[in-house]
Each structure stands twice: as structure tokens, then as C-alpha cells.
């Protein structure tokens, strides 16, 4: 069989990407098919009355050995290095200092029984106090940190990710997506609106069905989502069982966004923070005027995220109004006017928000990440064993995906 491409990159997303830089200039022929109009995937900047706002990722997580910050530097991109003002209530609003400080504590408790005891179940639920005070508040930051509620998330998966963090979250102005969209370099082959509907194996390599018609390459690098994996639109050899499995381990959180602007005089000060209500396990949290800017982001997380997306935009936005009104008084309801939300579990090409390990399913991750012989290869923060759910697990993905392309060609070339 001739083939069309030595290398076909399925997925325009951070891992996608990351891989495209690395093959550039490999001499390999390389081309990256994306089913959206956009590339980025789960890096996503739209531009909304003058303002940058990420509906995707937006911190540079673990900054300090982050690959996006050089690349940022490299290409002319400020970093912002402030620290976040997450865990701090602005003006302990709706939430004393005293219950700031016992929460907190139920959190360290909480994570201390998951290190030093941790349950045979491997069920992170399992490790809370039971009828404990601060358990909604517990069930929130799991649905911000892991997209999901505490029942159904690996411990030992969740621990990999925390040991590994360095705590430092640094952010860009101009938007992570908007880095990461530049970030593709433009001698890489580049079709959009292109989703690969079948991919099939030949005597030399792999053919991919697309609309367009069928593409063959000597190796292809998957680099969809862990849900897309599982879902129907890609049709997948048998062999390739194994990987959905793995990725059926690995399901994707529910985390939405939502951002609204603040118009005229208001009480909402620069870089703080409010969580909405801490004793909801649904609860929104709100970043308020990031970078100074008129607008805030809210964000929300697990059983929150999943009833935000279903209830439509407009009980999304109100439901945020009538959190801060609680809060800051019912004047700022004529302050605060909806500008955009987002809706990654309805994306038909992401179906989600980040992955998080089902309890006993850790390990799926390395599973996942392994080759398919010298034809396919896998990528995208699902396979990154304790960056994932990130933008630079994603990246690191697509590098070390790329290279084993490379050594598999090499050590197959005629
Ligand atoms: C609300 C939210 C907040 C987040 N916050 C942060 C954060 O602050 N920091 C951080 O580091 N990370 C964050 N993340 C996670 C981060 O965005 C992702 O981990 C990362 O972008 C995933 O990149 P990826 O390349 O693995 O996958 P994706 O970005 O999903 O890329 C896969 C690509 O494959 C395409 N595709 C799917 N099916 C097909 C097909 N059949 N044919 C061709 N192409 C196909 C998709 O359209 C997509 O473009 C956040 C994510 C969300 C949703």
C-alpha cells in the first residue's frame, strides 16, 4: 500500500499541537486532521466585548515546570506570575473566618487520611468523615480539582496529580487558548472541520475514514478525549479494545464556566474571590475582575457543572447573579449582565471536561498510553500519568507520542 502521510495527527488540541512541534522538521510527512473549526480543542479563547476569556483552561498549573511558560516567552506571550486568589473569601462574605478556617482543616484532614490510611476501596468518598460538617464543601473542590463528586474518583489517581503539582498557577492575558492555537507550527498540514469517522488497519499502516475520503498513513497519533474514545463517532478496530477500556476507566469530569460583566459602580474589588455558598456540594466559585478587567468567572464543578449545562445559559447566569446577590447585596443584580458560558459536555468532539480515574483504574492511564505495534499511538492528557487533566500533561503527551513515532519509523524504515 502507498501512503499518503507518515504521520496523520487526529486532534488539534494541546496534545495535537505539541506533537505537531515536535514532528516539524523531522522530515517525517505529517498531516493533522481536526473534526471542529477551530484548532485548540479544550483550549479555547473567544474574544467577548473586548475581553479574552478562556472557556477552556486557563491556569498554567505547576507554572515552574510548565512547557507552556517558555513557549509563551519564546513567542512573545506576558505571563502573569501573581498568585491566584482562590482560597481566600473576599471579605469572609457569607463564609466566617472561623468556618474558612474549620473547612480547610476538613479538607487537610480529609487528604491526610487519603495518604496515610488510605481506603482498601480506593474510593476517595470513602475517606470522609461520615455526616462530616464540611463534606459539601469537600464535594466542591473535588468537582473543581477533578470534574466529579468524591464517589466516584480513584484515590491513588488523584494522589498521583497532587504529589506531582508544585502549587504554583500562573496565568496569560492574551488567553491559554490563544497560546496554544498559536502554537502550531505552520509548516504542519492542517485540515479542519475534518473528524475522522473510521480508522481502519492495513498491511503497511492505517487508513482513515473522513468525509472528505479515505486518508492513508504509515501511523497515525490519537489524541481525542477519553469520552470520544468510548462514544460512537470514531470507529475503531477491535484490536483497540484494550484502549477503550482503559479509556472507559478514565472517564471526563463536568466543569463549566461562565463569565459575567460588571457594568458601573460596583463592590467587586480586583483579583479576589468568592465561593458562592460552602456549604453546596453544587456550589459556583467566582474569580472576580481577573487582571482588573469589568467581568467575572464563574466556574463550576461535578453535579454543579452537569446541571448548569443542562439548565441552559440563561438559569446558569441567573443562578450565578442570585449566588452573588447573597453575597455582595441585591444591587449588583443591575451590575452584572451575562457575556458568555460554556458547554463542554454538549461539544460533540470533547463530550466533557478533564479525566479523572474511576476507583481501581489508575492504572488505566499507562494502558492508554501505550503504542498499538509500530501503526497508532496515543496522546492527550488522559494518558499523562500525573499531569492529566491539564494543558501541559496534554503537551508532554504529544511530545512523548511524537517521539515514539519517530524511533517506530526509524526502526521499520526500509
Ligand atoms: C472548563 C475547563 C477548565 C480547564 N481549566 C484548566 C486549567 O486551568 N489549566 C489546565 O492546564 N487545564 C485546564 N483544563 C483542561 C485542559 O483544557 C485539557 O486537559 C487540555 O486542553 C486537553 O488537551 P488534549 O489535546 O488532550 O484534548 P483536546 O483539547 O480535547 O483535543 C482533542 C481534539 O481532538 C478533536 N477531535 C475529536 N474527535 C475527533 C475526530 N473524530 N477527528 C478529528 N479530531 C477530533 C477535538 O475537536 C479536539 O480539538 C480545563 C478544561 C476545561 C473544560
Not at 469589568?294 to 466556574?299: A, K, N, R
Not at 496515543?378 to 494518558?383: I, K, L, P, R, V
Request: net charge negative; glycine share 12%; proline share 5%.
Amino acid at each position: 500500500m502507498g501512503t499518503d502521510w507518515d504521520v496523520v495527527i487526529i486532534g488539534g488540541g494541546a496534545a495535537g499541537i505539541a506533537a505537531a512541534r515536535r514532528l516539524a522538521g523531522s522530515g517525517l510527512a505529517v498531516l493533522l486532521l481536526e473534526a471542529s473549526q477551530r484548532i485548540g480543542g479544550r483550549a479555547w479563547t473567544v474574544e467577548v466585548a473586548g475581553l479574552a476569556l478562556d472557556l477552556g483552561c486557563g491556569w498554567l498549573h505547576s507554572a515552574d515546570r510548565n512547557p507552556w511558560v517558555g513557549i509563551a516567552e519564546a513567542s512573545g506571550f506576558a505571563v502573569d506570575r501573581k498568585s491566584p486568589a482562590w482560597g481566600q473569601q473576599y471579605g469572609d462574605l457569607g463564609f466566617s473566618r472561623a468556618d474558612q478556617k474549620a473547612a480547610a482543616e476538613a479538607f487537610a484532614a480529609w487528604h491526610e487520611r487519603l495518604v496515610a490510611a488510605p481506603p482498601q476501596s480506593d474510593c476517595a468518598a470513602d475517606a470522609l468523615e461520615p455526616g462530616g460538617t464540611w463534606n459539601g464543601y469537600l464535594q466542591a473542590m473535588s468537582g473543581y480539582l477533578s470534574g466529579a463528586g468524591l464517589e466516584p474518583l480513584s484515590v491513588a489517581d488523584y494522589l498521583a496529580y497532587d504529589a506531582a503539582s508544585t502549587g504554583h498557577n500562573w496565568r496569560l492575558p492574551a488567553g491559554y487558548g490563544t497560546l496554544v492555537a498559536a502554537s502550531l507550527p505552520p509548516t504542519v498540514a492542517i485540515r479542519l472541520a475534518t473528524p475522522v469517522e473510521a480508522i481502519d488497519l492495513e498491511a503497511a499502516g492505517v487508513s482513515l475514514v473522513t468525509r472528505a475520503g479515505t486518508i492513508s498513513a504509515r501511523s497515525a497519533i490519537i489524541t481525542v478525549s477519553t469520552a470520544v474514545l468510548v462514544g460512537d463517532t470514531i470507529r475503531l478496530p477491535s484490536a483497540l479494545d484494550e484502549w477503550r477500556h482503559a479509556a472507559a476507566g478514565l472517564p471526563l469530569g463536568r466543569d463549566e464556566k461562565l463569565f459575567l460583566e460588571i457594568v458601573g459602580n460596583s463592590p467587586f474589588a480586583p483579583e479576589t474571590h468568592v465561593l458562592g455558598d460552602p456549604r453546596d456540594a453544587r456550589t459556583g466559585t467566582y474569580y472576580i475582575r481577573p487582571f482588573g478587567r469589568p467581568v467575572i468567572e464563574g466556574f463550576f464543578g461535578g453535579d454543579g457543572a452537569r446541571v448548569l449545562a443542562e439548565s441552559g445559559p440563561a438559569a446558569g447566569f441567573a443562578y450565578a447573579i442570585d449566588q452573588l446577590a447573597a453575597l455582595f447585596g441585591s444591587d449588583v443584580q443591575r451590575r452584572l449582565r451575562p457575556l458568555v458560558a460554556s458547554n463542554w459536555g454538549r461539544m460533540e468532539h470533547v463530550r466533557g471536561a478533564y479525566s479523572y480515574a474511576l476507583p481501581g483504574r489508575a492504572a488505566a492511564r499507562d494502558v492508554l498510553a501505550r503504542p498499538f505495534e509500530q501503526w497508532l499511538f496515543f496522546a492527550g492528557e488522559a494518558t499523562h500519568r500525573h499531569d492529566f487533566s491539564t494543558a501541559h500533561g496534554a503537551y508532554q503527551s504529544g511530545i512523548r507520542a511524537a517521539e515514539e513515532v519517530i524511533t517506530a519509523i526509524e526502526a521499520h524504515a526500509p
